[in-house]
T-cell receptor
């Protein structure tokens, strides 16, 4: 079993929809949970960063971590065409490199 | 915020030549640098981890003699792809980690095409 699993999609939604992106992981030692957004031919940019469990909200984005289920989520409210990108979850133990999911490609149509 | 400058952003080279990619942390000390490779429509795969002043630790399957990593200072790490082949064509991305804030900052990536 891979350490981080993410449905690659693609996911297509109309503008204004709520988007839910998810990852599951297998190592209970993971403590750092990130979501990155990557546009084509660009490097990934950090969207959300959560340490341990809980929710974090930033504007239209909400990140959730459920350590008991080893499940993390990213919600995008009122999605916009500019949100069209690949979203990657990334997870790490303390002091280690990030392990990335495969990425979910999102397309928001106007 | 923390910024990592990666150069060049794209490079085309002939088979058999070597290419050097630089990553610089502009406003913080990067005690650890991670180098990733990303093939089209795939995720980022860790190639190696380097700590300032130490030899890099390579992931399984990554040839250390082909992908030379130098992390001689707290603000600069380089990846040299030696004797490049077309199958080395990929998107290479560095990531720097601060010791204090434990943040990960990514460079903008280098698209390497070997012809």
């Amino acid at each position: 079993q891979k350490e981080v699993e993410q449905d690659p999609g693609p996911l297509s939604v109309p503008e204004g929809a709520i988007v839910s992106l998810n990852c599951t992981y297998s190592n209970s030692a993971f403590q750092y949970f990130m979501w990155y957004r990557q546009y084509s031919r660009k490097g990934p940019e950090l969207l959300m960063y959560t340490y341990s469990s809980g929710n974090k909200e930033d504007g239209r984005f909400t990140a959730q971590v459920d350590k008991s289920s080893k499940y993390i989520s990213l919600f995008i409210r009122d999605s916009q065409p500019s949100d069209s990108a690949t979203y990657l979850c990334a997870i790490a133990e303390a002091g280690t490199a990030l392990i990335f999911g495969k990425g979910t490609t999102l397309s928001v149509s106007s | 915020g923390a910024v990592v400058s990666q150069h060049p952003s794209w490079v085309i080279c002939k088979s058999g030549t070597s290419v050097k990619i630089e990553c610089r942390s502009l406003d913080f000390q990067a005690t650890t640098m991670f180098w990733y490779r990303q093939f089209p429509k795939q995720s980022l795969m860790l190639m190696a981890t380097s700590n300032e002043g130490s030899k890099a630790t390579y992931e399984q399957g990554v040839e250390k003699d082909k992908f030379l990593i130098n992390h001689a200072s707290l603000t600069l790490s380089t990846l040299t792809v030696t004797s490049a082949h077309p199958e080395d064509s990929s998107f290479y991305i560095c990531s720097a980690r601060e010791a204090v804030n434990y943040g990960y900052t990514f460079g903008s990536g280098t698209r390497l095409t070997v012809v």
